[in-house]
């Protein structure tokens, strides 16, 4: 019951913060050229901070150097190189699985 | 808009195709959601919690790091209000995905606006803002976000509910939690060209880290703030509002 409940008011939570952004600029308004130019940046910005968090730090500390991030460096070079999102995944999962099967 | 406009189930064939391209942007994210939908219905069977409450998780607050972080908040015996507090931490992240698909999201009706809110996700957000140019009438671009946004959530809930079902069968050794900067890297470097989206990564990339003590997960959330501050500030050579300076930069210039 009380897994029930918590999920519930975070689901609450998590729409009111959902419609937030939506809300609060939406409607016909021309906004400024400065916002624009920042929610632009949102993408880039949040996905390198859940890749920065995910891939370089384990909780609060550092991750270990190794198969991660390596299996990282050739999915960026890949994605630099083909420009396309199925390929990088393809050639991350590859290196990766290489890379564990090698025992590192 | 003539005789190739079949109605089927009520929708007519131009926005089954937009909705089609939609999916078709996300796809490749797919069957990382997927997995990590695996990775939490585990996480809810091995906690011992109800399989519906697990199942209705995953479609209600749609949002994995946070589900994940409420189980252990749970396990560990941490007080519910913690455990809400901690998820909603989490996710103030998509605050700033609301608010950059507000432009986005304007001319839509009401109704689709409440309803796409509620599928926003780290993937189908950045995907949908990605393609948001390419579609210049509202109504296909309604259907082209539905595309790739319904779906991706119904493979997460599916996902979730297979892990519930099948516990963890996934080894541990093979350590999927890559999927996760994974998926992440694909969504963001292809992308990835002008320098203020660059200096952005850069700020982003080192304020998580020098924030890693942070609790509740708080360095993310300031590491995506700062990115949008500070790249923001820089001047993009291929847009240099002519309209405000007066003048017109060399188009597409050095890098």
Known sequence: MTAFLVFTAAAVGTYLIRLSGVWLLGGDRELPDRVTRALRLVGPAAMAAIIANALLLEGSEWRTFGAWHLAALVAVGVALWRRTMGVTIAAGVAAFAVLLATGL | ?255
């Open chain 2, 1 to 255: 808009m003539s005789e190739s406009n079949r109605v089927v189930l009520g929708v007519a064939s131009q926005q089954w195709r937009d909705t089609w391209a939609g999916i078709r942007a996300v796809a490749p994210l797919m069957p990382g959601a997927v997995l990590f939908g695996l990775a939490f219905g585990a996480l809810v069977r091995v906690a011992g919690i109800d399989p519906w409450v697990g199942n209705y998780a995953s479609v209600s607050v749609v949002a994995g790091a946070s589900q994940i972080a409420i189980v252990e908040q749970l396990r560990a015996g941490a007080p519910a209000l913690i455990a809400v507090v901690t998820a909603l931490v989490i996710n103030a992240r998509m605050a700033l995905y609301s608010a950059a698909l507000a432009p986005v999201f304007a001319a839509f009706p009401r109704r689709w606006q409440l309803g796409l809110a509620h599928i926003i996700t780290d993937q189908s957000a950045v995907v949908s803002l990605q393609h948001a140019d390419d579609w210049p009438d509202p109504v296909r671009r309604r259907w082209f976000i539905w595309g790739a946004s319904g779906p991706f959530v119904a493979v997460w809930s599916m996902g979730t509910a297979a892990g519930i079902a099948l516990g963890p069968v996934i080894p541990e050794s093979w350590q999927i939690g890559f999927i996760v900067p994974l998926m992440f890297i694909a969504v963001l470097v292809p992308g990835l060209r002008t320098s203020p989206a660059m200096v952005a990564v850069a700020v982003a990339t080192a304020v998580v880290v020098l924030g890693k003590d942070l609790p509740f997960g708080l360095n993310v959330l300031f590491g995506a703030l700062a990115g949008i501050g500070v790249g923001s500030l820089v001047p993009d050579g291929r847009r240099a509002a002519p309209r405000e300076e007066g003048h017109v930069d060399d188009a597409g210039g050095e890098p």
